[in-house]
């Protein structure tokens, strides 16, 4: 009797083999997606199949998602690692489930562990060279409402990773997309995700034109709460003030005034 491991080699070849036919092949591609629930060697070989074929079954997209999901969440790590790593394949072919995955990865930097942390990253930012508007919706779904690790560890993130990308990843849509994103962030910061955050836009394309370095400008005046009156003795304000005055300085020329930061 062929063993478990044999009959999903079996089924990926004869997927493989299909090519226009493989539609007529679910039951094939269901044993895969059961194997998710089967041992490690099964649900290591599960994990890699699934991105490869689910494209073509779309009555089982769902499913096929879902399953994947579940290995992400296994208790052994290196299946973890696996489904994580092939997670962006679910996006390959397909952009419709790549905000979801997404925010899925995001929600998985809470790892502890270093490796799988790593894979984690990597995934991401296959995801940024497939669809960069994508992930960053995904991502800033769980900056904005997730937990206080994910936040921190996804605009960590950003700031680290964003600057290695070419234009042809952070396009001028993707900018302004992660520009309107940060001012929402902005809304309630601490003092240590305000200087991640202004280190991400300053980073960006835009910062470098006038137009950006005014909104940036026209950010810090509303960070640093200058219409509010002025207290002397409380040190938040002060600190807000100095942190924002020295974010501010090197946008600050001729065309861009500082008559708003003087008192």
Known sequence: MMDK???????????ADSKDKIS?????????????????????LASQFIA??????????????????????????SIRKQ??????????????????????????LQTEDTTELSTVHNSLMTLFKIDANGTLRGLFSQI???EDMVRERALKFL???????????????????????CKKVLQDVTAAEFLTVMQIL?????????????QLVDILVDQAELDKSFKPNDTDVIDRLIQCGKQVLPFLSAYVPSSRFIV
């Open 202 to 214: 300053t980073n960006l394309k835009i910062a470098k034109t006038l137009s950006g370095q005014q």
């Open 5 to 15: 491991v044999e009959k999903l080699y079996k089924n990926f070849g004869i997927l």
């Open 83 to 108: 489904a994580i790593k092939d997670l962006p394949g679910l996006c390959k072919d397909n952009h419709e489930h790549l905000l979801k995955i997404a925010d899925v990865l995001a929600q998985l």
């Open 159 to 181: 700031s680290a990773k964003l600057k290695t990308f070419g234009d042809e990843v952070l396009t001028k849509d993707a900018e302004e997309c992660l520009f309107q994103e």
């Open 144 to 146: 904005l409402t997730g």
């Open 52 to 77: 490869r074929f689910y494209k073509h079954f779309p009555n089982l997209i769902d499913q096929a998602i879902d399953a994947q999901l579940d290995l992400c969440e296994d208790d052994d790590i």
């Open 24 to 44: 007529q092949h679910e039951k094939e591609f269901l044993e895969i997606l059961e194997a998710v629930k089967g041992s490690s060697n099964e649900k290591r």
